[in-house]
């Protein structure tokens, strides 16, 4: 039987492109990238261009998701960090719509290899350190030599030079913390469902009254896909709400 | 013994940090539902902190499992 880490395996589609030294070639995870983002966006452009008073299912569904980031980001980092908003929508609705593509069981219809794009760190790593990077910009720009005042609180002087080397580890752990929690849910999940799957081969080829066991992880199958569903809007929420504090401390720095 | 051996036990000891997470959310989310059944009217509020509250401390045990897929496939 297949190892369950087979799933996460990245091929290459089409012909090999190399590029000063580097294999840049298309492969299924940059297939998968491309149809997640175009779907996102074709879905979202569809339900916002028809302008009913009375709203269809689509532009509903739209408008809550509008209402939803927005409120997010007025929550966490003020109304300035509103400026953000299209970063912040467009970076939810892509790793939201990445867990959950990976989540269909396309694997029923031949010549369709499923593949969840978040769970490659090198993904979740490049998004991680874009806000990281985008934070660090947002607050020289805005704050100057200030925004460096985030690593020294209001405490005393001699306790400062505990606190700085710690705010500073903290604040450069960020993009690893934020890269990690994502990587490693999808990976674990998906890996877990796939073990889960084998379980019901194993008992199922297993002969005499055993077989009749191989139900039980089936049940067991269809409570964790359910959990796999929360948790795939649960990081996507997390990954947002976690830039926007980021965020709100590039705005406001001092705390 | 020999290497494979090693890294098995090695990986079956790394997902003890899950023990950390489990406990650590365990407490997250009862304490969540004591203070909201408390303050009912408080608890929407405190929505967003429950699960950043959770996300931080479900990271801890996931950096366990991550350490041994690490052990176990390198």
């Given at each position: 039987m297949a190892s369950p880490l087979e799933q996460f395996e990245v091929t290459r589609i089409g012909p090999p492109i190399h590029l000063f030294g580097y294999d840049i070639s298309f492969t299924n995870s940059a297939l998968w990238m491309c149809i997640v983002a175009g779907s996102a966006a074709v879905l979202l452009t569809l339900g916002a261009?028809?302008?009913?008073?009375?709203?269809?299912r689509l532009q509903s569904l739209t408008e809550m998701s509008y209402v939803f980031v927005a409120d997010m980001i007025r929550s966490a980092?003020?109304?300035?960090?509103?400026?953000?908003f299209p970063f912040i929508f467009t970076l939810f609705f892509f790793v939201l719509f990445a867990n959950v593509y990976g989540m269909f069981?396309?694997?029923?219809?031949?010549?369709i290899r499923p593949f969840t794009v978040t769970s490659h760190i090198v993904v979740t790593f490049a998004l991680a350190i874009f806000v990281f990077v985008m934070v660090i910009v947002v607050g020289i720009a805005k704050h100057?030599?200030?925004?460096?005042?985030?690593?020294?609180?209001?405490?005393?002087?001699?306790?400062l030079i505990f606190l700085v080397p710690i705010e500073v580890i903290s604040f450069c752990s960020r993009p690893i913390s934020l890269s990690v929690r994502l990587f490693a849910n999808m990976m674990a999940g998906h890996t877990m469902l796939n073990v889960f799957g084998g379980f019901v081969i194993g008992l199922a080829a297993a002969g005499g009254a055993v077989k009749f066991l191989s139900f039980a992880p089936v049940v067991a199958i269809i409570g964790v896909s359910a959990l796999e569903f929360l948790i795939a809007f649960l990081q996507a929420y997390v990954f947002a709400i976690l830039t926007c504090i980021y965020l709100n401390d590039a705005l406001h720095p001092h705390h | 013994m020999d290497l494979m051996a090693a890294k098995m036990i090695g990986a079956g000891l790394a997902t003890i940090a899950l023990i950390g997470a489990g406990v650590g959310i365990g407490i997250i989310f009862g304490n969540y539902l004591a203070g909201a059944l408390r303050n009912p009217g408080a608890a929407q509020g405190q929505f967003t902190n429950l699960l950043v509250g959770f996300a931080l401390c479900e990271f801890t045990g996931l950096l366990g499992v991550v350490m041994a897929f690490i052990i176990l496939f390198t």
């Open positions: 261009s028809s302008r009913r008073l009375v709203p269809t980092s003020g109304t300035d960090g509103l400026k953000f069981p396309l694997g029923l219809f031949p010549l100057g030599i200030k925004f460096f005042g985030l690593f020294a609180p209001n405490v005393p002087v001699w306790m | -």
